[in-house]
């Protein structure tokens, strides 16, 4: 079962995307007036990472527009994994100005270029600390909302520039109370290393993405939505897998039955199963059941009423825990009933 995205979710996302874009660039523009007053490689260092987040943007204003589309013949689990690309791009754009910022770093530090106007510096990175920090927190806002790999990025990047802006901030200010010029381009080399590090980060978590790494969080929430809609006749669940494309996943699982219902009955029981379930979910998606007959050891732990080949009498349903949804059969010798045993 598949749910298409919601149109106010979408239109949220390009907006922030929209938003985001702009600030960067006001952003930008107010940090390379610093630069060009102070001469400060530090506030260099803090403009340079400001063209990533430009740059990163824009590519995340189109790919947003892009992954919102709906599933189609040539992508049939939607075009959300484009997400993925947008924030891996990101990090990479961070890793490769922490390059840049540390090599101009070196360079003030070898032919000693000494900062001027600190006072006028200051005041203007720290009103682009401020709106950073309102933008930050927003884009993380929506991009856990509503579901976007993309947004989450961008609004951890831009919170780590409001650090690196600190940092600067703080450099700037011993500079000043102390007169210690050398001080200005060591602070821009731990910035550059500090971005490194971030830039880092976010690519190892877009590939995972990518390539489909387990996500604990998203397990947890999809566990509590198999508990919370489970019924007589969903007897056990395992093998289970998830692909993220964005905020549609699709869940394949195995599902075991009572193995004397038809095929329109079980036909009928998963369906509604799966749908209540997706309903629960927080992301789009879809459930796609491989189905298994159920084991006489499962008789203890089966709650269907007068279940006409029931070897043993219910005592409690077993709850569904991540682990045993995404583990192997409980039993991996367990034997199928045995038609004439019951007569």
């Not at 996302?13 to 922030?16: F, G, H, I, Q, S």
């Not at 189609?72 to 959300?80: I, R």
């Not at 070196?106 to 200051?122: D, F, M, N, S, T």
């Given at each position: ?11 949220i996302?390009?907006?922030?995307a ?20 102070t ?18 943007a824009v ?10 589309q709906?599933a ?9 994994k ?50 950073n920090l309102?933008?930050?927190l ?20 831009v ?34 290393l ?6 880092y ?31 007589p ?5 395992h ?28 036909h ?43 070897l ?32």
């Open positions: 079962m598949s749910t298409s995205a919601p149109t106010s979710s979408d239109k996302r390009n907006r922030a929209w938003l985001s874009a702009i600030a960067s660039l006001l952003i930008f523009i107010l940090k390379i007036a610093a630069y060009r007053m001469n400060s490689a530090a506030v260099l260092s803090d403009a340079l990472e400001s063209i990533v987040n430009v740059v990163a590519v995340a204003l189109f790919v947003i527009r892009f992954a919102s709906p189609d013949h040539e992508h049939p689990y939607g075009h959300g484009a997400e993925y690309f947008s924030s891996t791009f990101e990090g990479g754009m961070i890793f490769f100005a922490s390059l840049m910022i540390i090599g101009e770093a070196v360079k003030a530090l070898i032919y000693h270029e000494p900062p001027q106007q600190l006072e006028i510096g200051l005041v203007i990175v720290g009103a682009a600390a401020l709106v309102a933008l930050g927003y884009l993380k806002h929506i991009g856990k909302t509503h579901h976007s790999d993309a947004l989450r990025a961008s609004g951890s990047h919170i780590s520039d409001v650090v690196t802006t600190v940092g600067v901030m703080v450099g700037l200010g011993l500079v000043l109370l102390t007169g210690w010029d050398w001080v200005d381009p060591v602070i821009a080399i731990l910035v550059g500090h971005l490194a590090y971030v830039g980060g976010i690519v190892r978590e877009s590939m995972g993405g990518l390539m489909d790494e387990i996500d604990e969080s998203t397990l947890s929430n999809l566990n509590a939505a198999l508990n919370k809609n489970r019924r006749g969903i007897i056990d669940i093998e289970l897998r998830v692909i993220r494309s964005g905020r549609f996943h699709h869940v394949d699982a195995h599902l075991v039955v009572p193995e004397y219902w038809d095929i329109s009955r079980v009928s029981e998963t369906r509604d199963f799966e749908d209540a379930v997706v309903r629960d979910y927080v992301f789009d998606g879809e459930i796609a059941f491989h189905l298994d007959p159920c084991k006489k050891s499962y008789c203890s732990e089966c709650n269907v009423e007068n279940c006409p080949i029931r043993a009498p219910f005592k409690a349903l077993r709850p569904f825990t991540v682990k045993s949804l995404t583990g192997g059969p409980r039993e991996t010798n367990q034997v199928p009933y045995d038609n004439d045993s019951r007569s």
